[in-house]
């Protein structure tokens, strides 16, 4: 592996004081082993040969599946109104949440 340069690293106590976090020392030198490891896949991953490999979000193709948009028969409106405890003008009545 090449040797580290400072573009090759992230401070964690930096990314804490943007994400405005409040790490203990013995936090930030755990969670930054675990960046570094994160960061050590990441330039594993550079190293790939990709020229000619297409991105994709998927490893296999999704396709969206409409059904076909027809009118069914729903409910009787007057039969929902019937149940309902409260209506008028064919509209529910339901009691005031806000002042």
Do not use: C, W
């Not at 090449?2 to 030198?29: F, G, I, P, Q, W």
């Amino acid at each position: 592996m090449t040797e580290k340069t400072n573009t090759d690293s992230m401070d964690v106590k930096y990314v804490a004081h943007l994400a405005r976090m409040h790490l203990s020392d013995e936090e930030a030198l755990v969670f930054q082993e675990q960046l570094e490891h994160v960061l050590e896949h990441v330039r594993t991953l550079s190293a790939l040969d990709v020229e000619g490999v297409e991105p994709t979000a998927h490893a296999v193709p999704v396709h969206n599946v409409f059904r076909e948009d027809t009118v069914t028969p729903s409910l009787d409106h007057q039969a929902v109104m019937d149940n309902a405890p409260s209506s008028r003008s064919g509209l529910f009545i339901v009691p005031r949440i806000l002042e």
